[in-house]
């Protein structure tokens, strides 16, 4: 035959059109199956024999479309449809019709492959999770309570050592307190996990007695449950004995390295044992303190005492390090003698197991808070990352890391698997929120807060969060008034008062937000951030300006130099404090030297360096420039400023008084409209 009137038949007998109908319809049909087979725990090997059949029936189709063809009168040899009148032969638009639908559902199923392949993966992951919650205390000594809290934990920590379990951190188990009438099905659904376990502790004399019970959460039904009957001195065999029952009743899988940490007892001293769960319970919370320098100092007391009975005992040395780290990273003691002390502790535990996962994690964090050396920082994280796999505060740093790094895929990587294996702690919400918030994402910030609330987090400062981002991205500032006047009485971190005298001044009401800035006892207040404290003084100068009281503007602004200046006297090259401090004497008119300050911080702190705090001191330089005159850099500098991640955002550039000398430039309006909600 021919070739060219082989080809021609070809298409003549549709079977080019049955082909691609062939092909689209059997793609179709394989990202259906892989889609909906796993939702019936279907095995794998029906899908790869279906997958197999369609490979199969394609020649066999190509065959039968050259030998048949579909007619009203149903299925002819293709000789004897050729031999019926045209008005009887098949239409052609059928094909067009099925390879359209076809490849709809085809993209379809494939997109739906794409955003739901995470959730089928958590899903099935969550087999093997579980949520370890406070055990209660039966002990006649009431002040045994964190004993058996500090058991809870210890048990909590031996299993979160595997890597094939997903296990939920002590911040968000430690809501569900004994004592009250736990739904477990609730608390499942709440904390993403498919298994719960509780207990009770009870301690006489040098007898100890624990309880436990493992529960599946999504039938509420007993799956194990033990009563360990020994002496204190077996504490450790018994919460040992316990993780491995529990690795074993859901078929987890344990490493010999995993299973020799496990057994591995911390101390040799129960007494230090003790203080150390007590120092522990505090630097573990040191976000909800009322007073957070005096609750870590007391925590490193307790922590030096147990490191007093029991030299060697790497744990504690750790957390000594990280309390140290805390109270220089938050400028509580920025001295460097705290920096000394935290490498002390560091170097300590190293020498003690240099192999140790914990130690490396410690000695991460004093690069990272102490040294602002991110790479030597994600370098000791590596090493630490295949010992901690269910470790909130590990993932909270790297994500810190990352985000400074400019890596934000990484850094939000970071931060949402900390908030899956932590959903209630505040540092891991926050920050996934916050990366949001620095990209412009403002729903997905949203959505963060939404979700903390569905996981039963009713704390007023959420909801503040959740308006805010609401706010910065809209420029809507009602659902912030609404949360405000409902907890007239929140104030965390002093970050509420200054958005509540933001809210009053932007009303024109400048006495009211006096009013609120005297009202509160605090000296100094969070703002966009949560790393900065802004003094008193820097508001009452703020509101002063705006109300175009020049006098006590310029008195608010020298009283907030000096103590600045005082800052600067302990930390010299402290960016952040030096681009405010240049931003009060452009307030006081110092232009030059304004510039000159501005331009340091700079240096100090390049964008290139760390994305975040750079961020942060550039846009200083953009405010001196505004406030000074320069309006043609101070534009520049803010439309570099938004086409980077930072909190220069709209509902800020388009509300607060900071951008005021540059409204009416259509050159600002252009791109405060830019990043108007679409």
Not at 527 to 550: C, L, N, T, V
């Amino acid at each position: 035959m021919n070739p060219d009137n082989f080809f021609a038949e070809l298409k003549r007998r549709n079977v080019y059109k049955v082909a691609i109908a062939y092909v689209v319809a059997g793609w179709a049909l394989a990202q259906g199956i892989a889609q909906v087979f796993p939702v019936f725990d279907a095995p794998n090997w029906i899908v790869r024999l279906i997958v197999v059949l369609i490979v199969i029936g394609f020649p066999i189709t190509l065959i039968f479309a050259w030998a048949f063809e579909i007619t009203p009168e149903g299925l002819k040899r293709t000789e004897d449809a050729d031999a019926m009148p045209p008005s009887s032969r098949p239409s052609n638009r059928a094909w067009i019709y099925i390879v359209f639908v076809g490849a709809a559902v085809s993209l379809s199923l494939f997109f739906l492959g794409r955003y739901t392949a995470g959730n089928r993966t958590t899903a099935s992951n969550d087999k093997k999770s579980i949520a370890v919650l406070p055990f209660a205390s039966l002990s006649a000594n009431k002040n045994d309570a964190y004993f058996a809290d500090g058991v809870q934990d210890q048990i909590l920590t031996n299993l979160a050592k595997v890597s094939d379990l997903k296990v939920i951190s002590h911040t968000s188990v430690r809501q569900y307190k004994t004592g009250a009438e736990r739904n477990m099905r609730e608390i499942g659904r709440q904390l993403g996990v498919a298994y719960i376990m509780e207990g009770s502790v009870q301690r006489a004399r040098d007898r100890l007695r624990i309880n436990a019970q493992l529960i599946d959460a999504r039938t509420d039904t007993h799956v194990w449950a033990e009563t360990y009957d020994r002496t204190a001195a077996d504490l450790f065999a018994i919460q040992s004995e316990l993780a491995e029952s529990i690795v074993t009743q859901l078929k987890a899988k344990l490493s010999p390295q995993q299973k020799a940490e496990i057994e591995e007892r911390p101390t040799q001293d129960l007494d230090a044992f003790e203080l150390y769960l007590q120092a522990k319970a505090i630097i573990d919370s040191y976000i909800n303190a009322t007073d957070v320098r005096a609750a870590l100092l007391q925590a490193l007391k307790s922590l030096d005492d147990a490191i007093q009975r029991d030299p060697n005992f790497v744990s504690a040395y750790c957390y000594a390090a990280r309390a140290n780290d805390l109270l220089f990273f938050f400028d509580l003691d920025p001295s460097p003698e705290r920096i000394s002390l935290a490498d002390a502790a560091v170097k300590a535990a190293l020498r003690l197991r240099p192999d140790s996962a914990e130690a490396h994690f410690a000695r991460g964090d004093y690069y990272f808070r102490c040294l602002r050396d991110y790479d030597r920082a994600q370098e000791e994280l590596a090493i630490a990352r295949p010992g901690l796999p269910n470790s909130t505060p590990f993932f909270i740093l790297s994500g810190y890391i990352n985000r400074r790094r400019n890596h934000f895929a990484d850094a939000e990587r970071d931060f949402s698997t900390a908030f899956a294996l932590d959903p209630r702690n505040p540092n891991a919400y926050n920050l996934l929120a916050d990366t949001y918030v620095l990209e412009r994402r403002f729903p997905e910030a949203v959505h963060v807060y939404d979700n903390v609330l569905v996981a039963g987090e009713q704390v007023p400062i959420v909801r503040f969060r959740r308006a805010s981002c609401t706010l910065w991205g809209t420029g809507n500032t009602r659902p912030l008034r609404d949360v405000l006047a409902k907890f007239p009485d929140m104030e965390f971190a002093g970050g509420q008062t200054p958005a509540r005298a933001w809210m009053a001044m932007l009303e024109g009401n400048y006495d009211e937000a006096e009013r609120v800035l005297a009202a509160s006892p605090r000296q100094d207040f969070q703002d966009i951030d949560f790393s900065f404290y802004f003094p008193k003084s820097w508001y009452q100068a703020m509101i002063a300006r705006a109300k175009g009281d020049s006098v006590r503007a310029t008195a608010a602004f020298r009283e907030c130099r000096e103590i600045l200046a005082q800052r600067l006297i302990v930390k010299p090259e402290h960016a952040r404090t030096i681009a405010v401090l240049a931003q009060v004497d452009a307030g006081l008119g110092e232009k030059d030297l304004a510039v000159r300050e501005a331009q340091h911080a700079i240096d100090l702190m390049p964008i290139s360096k760390d994305i975040y705090d750079g961020a942060l001191v550039l846009e200083g330089l953009a405010q001196v420039c505004a406030w000074s005159g320069d309006r043609d850099r101070a534009i520049e500098l803010v439309q570099k400023l938004v086409s980077m991640p930072g909190y220069t955002n709209y509902a800020r550039l388009k509300l607060h008084p900071l951008w005021s000398p540059l409204r009416g430039d259509p050159r600002f309006e252009k791109i405060v409209a830019s990043l108007a909600p679409k």
